[in-house]
């Protein structure tokens, strides 16, 4: 059981050059997130996904953009890197609580990408 | 902005010995989870506890939940060099599909 994977692990990209980090997650979970995890600021939510096909912004979503075509995958697309964006990239994913809306399972992270531009 | 603070931002101890690590809140919130992260590696889930729960243990990890201070608590006891990790505190709130995280606390735990 892989969980949740993300490629690449690591990258270099020089400004204004433009990629893509692929989350995929084998648990059938609804809910996916792209985080950003710079020294002293913890993790910062760029963009979810409550569903295939769905998408949403997060607190710091400027300069990303996503996609969730299907239900295992969710995308995370860099148009222009910038140096500001050199940091490391979570992915998560988590179930859906039959009950209540939002979040309240516990989220599964991958090993992160760590993304450097220069 | 991040919504749980973490405190204290590090802490050393010897093993065997227990850690205590205190995370504060703004806003009302529908749980709190614990998180644990190895140097190099992703969050690992340790301890989810609802707004209307006060205690949840998991093994050595016990986590307190005052909702009228808006803070928690993590304790580890009995700390091995295995434990050596930051830990960071995540909130929900009712009818969001967010957690906030805090920025962390780094435990060294020495042999």
């Known amino acids: 059981n892989a969980g949740v994977t993300q490629t690449p692990k690591f990258r270099v990209l020089k400004t204004g050059q433009s990629m893509t980090l692929l989350c995929a997650q084998d648990?059938?979970?609804?809910?996916m997130y792209w985080y950003r995890q710079d020294p002293g600021m913890g993790l910062r939510l760029i963009h979810y996904?409550?569903?295939?096909?769905?998408?949403a912004k997060g607190e710091v979503p400027d300069g990303y953009n996503v996609s969730r075509l299907k239900k295992q995958n969710f995308l995370l697309g860099l148009e222009s890197a910038a140096p500001s964006q050199t940091s490391v990239y979570f992915c998560?994913?988590?179930?859906?609580?039959?009950?209540?809306?939002?979040?309240?399972?516990?989220?599964?992270f991958g090993d992160g990408t760590r993304l450097s531009i220069l | 902005s991040q919504q749980g603070e973490e405190d204290p931002q590090a802490l050393s101890i010897q093993e065997g010995e227990n850690a205590t690590m205190n995370c504060s809140y703004k806003?009302?919130?529908?749980?709190l989870q614990w998180y644990r992260q190895n140097s190099g590696r992703g969050l690992v889930h340790l301890i989810l506890?609802?707004?209307?729960?006060r205690e949840k243990h998991s093994g050595r990890l016990r986590v307190t939940l005052d909702t009228s201070k808006k803070s928690s608590s993590l304790l580890i006891t009995a700390s091995r060099a295995a434990d050596t990790a930051s830990y960071f505190c995540?909130?929900?709130?009712?009818?969001?599909?967010?957690?906030?995280f805090g920025a962390g606390t780094t435990v060294t735990v020495r042999a």
């Open positions: 996904s409550v569903g295939e096909g769905t998408t």
């Open positions: 806003t009302s919130i529908n749980n």
């Open positions: 998560a994913s988590s179930h859906r609580d039959r009950g209540l809306m939002g979040s309240n399972q516990p989220q599964h």
């Open positions: 506890i609802r707004s209307n729960e």
């Open positions: 995540a909130t929900a709130i009712i009818v969001d599909y967010k957690l906030s």
């Open positions: 648990m059938n979970h609804e809910y």
